[in-house]
């Protein structure tokens, strides 16, 4: 079927509906405003001397329960771009070595270009019209998948009312993630901390490509309450909490990253493709607050798109 279908967003809703599409044998490019593939399923490099590691910021493992995903999971690691992550019931997932390797090799066969941001959408006719902040001219595509969260989502489809009402009915917690590292690697070190239902501002911390680099999240009623805060208090509150827990190494600060959408507090309920235009949407905030969820919905808008197309 010779389609032009744009996707809007390279994390892993938009990476799963292009590749979808794909077995359907429509080609799609995906369109992102960041700078590397993958949204919240992020890696920051450091150099340490004249080595690179890894942070993972955003999601620090995924799981799988679905046939769909458990078949990419087993890819991954017979292709050796995933591995498994610690020793849980049931298993938990990365990429090897980092994230970011995990994506690249999904998404190697797929057109995606980084750094552009859609600023409208509007339909023309039976098409869609698409406009960026590069080319700045409306271009015409078949089909549209948008897979931003939801609230950017809401904006940006402001010419769809009824993918609005359905963004509309979704929330999100916010995360707040603090990158650091040790002057020296602590002896009996773990490669996670789970804090969940502890008291404290954390909810887990865990080491990235190695155990040098590490990754701190605060958990959800801290998050909500200040992810609009001033950087340095954040950066402050949580370093002092990090600090007792590892009371006797050295810790440096490495960044922080505010996270406003960071998983799905309350899913979106509604139709998830416009009832006359071929504009669908996905994200984890149609199925879950998980990597998993967020491939399912990618999955679901293309099937939506492909039939609407045929
Ligand atoms: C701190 C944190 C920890 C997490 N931990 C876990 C975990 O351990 N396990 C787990 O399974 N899940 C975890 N999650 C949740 C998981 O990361 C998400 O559910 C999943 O990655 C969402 O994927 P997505 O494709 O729906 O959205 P995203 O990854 O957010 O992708 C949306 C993309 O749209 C792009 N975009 C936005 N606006 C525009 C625009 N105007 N034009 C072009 N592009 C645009 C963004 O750059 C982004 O790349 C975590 C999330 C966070 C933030």
């Not at 001397?49 to 493992?61: E, I, M, R, T, V």
């Not at 298993?91 to 999904?106: A, S």
């Not at 590490?214 to 992810?227: P, R, V």
């Amino acid at each position: 079927m010779s389609k032009k279908v744009i996707i809007i967003g390279s994390g892993i809703a938009g990476i799963s509906s292009s590749l979808k599409l794909k077995s359907y044998g429509i080609n799609s490019i995906i369109l992102d405003k960041g700078n590397f593939i993958g949204g919240r399923i992020s890696t920051r490099e450091v150099k340490i001397g004249s080595s690179s590691n890894y942070f993972f910021h955003g999601a620090q493992f995924f799981t799988a329960k679905t046939h769909e995903f458990k078949k990419i999971i087993s890819t991954g690691v017979n292709g050796k771009y995933i591995k498994e992550f610690g020793n849980f019931d049931p298993k938990r997932y990365r990429g090897n070595k980092t994230m970011r390797d995990f994506l690249l090799n999904l998404s190697k066969k797929l057109h995606i270009q980084q750094k552009v941001k859609i600023i409208g959408i509007k339909s023309d006719n039976n098409k869609i019209k698409v406009l960026d902040n590069k080319i700045k001219e409306w271009i015409s595509y078949d089909g549209v998948i948008s897979t931003l969260p939801a609230p950017q989502n809401c904006e940006l489809l402001n010419q769809f009312p009824s993918l609005q009402k359905t963004l509309n009915t979704g929330s999100y917690h916010a995360c707040i993630a603090l990158m650091f590292t040790f002057d020296e690697i602590p002896q009996g070190l773990k490669t996670y901390y789970d804090f969940y239902k502890k008291p404290g501002i954390l909810s887990w911390m865990a080491s990235g490509s190695n155990l040098n680099v590490w990754t701190a999240h605060t958990n959800e009623k801290f998050s909500d309450l200040n992810y609009h805060k001033n950087k340095n208090f954040l950066t402050e509150k949580i370093m002092s909490s990090i600090k007792q827990f590892f009371s006797s190494s050295k810790i440096k600060f490495h960044g922080l990253h505010v996270w406003r959408y960071a998983k799905v507090a309350k899913k979106c309920l509604g139709p998830q493709i416009d009832p006359k235009y071929p504009v669908a949407i996905a994200g984890d905030f149609l199925e879950g607050p998980n990597v998993e969820a967020a491939f399912i919905s990618g999955n679901k808008a293309a099937n939506l798109i492909f039939n609407r197309l045929k």
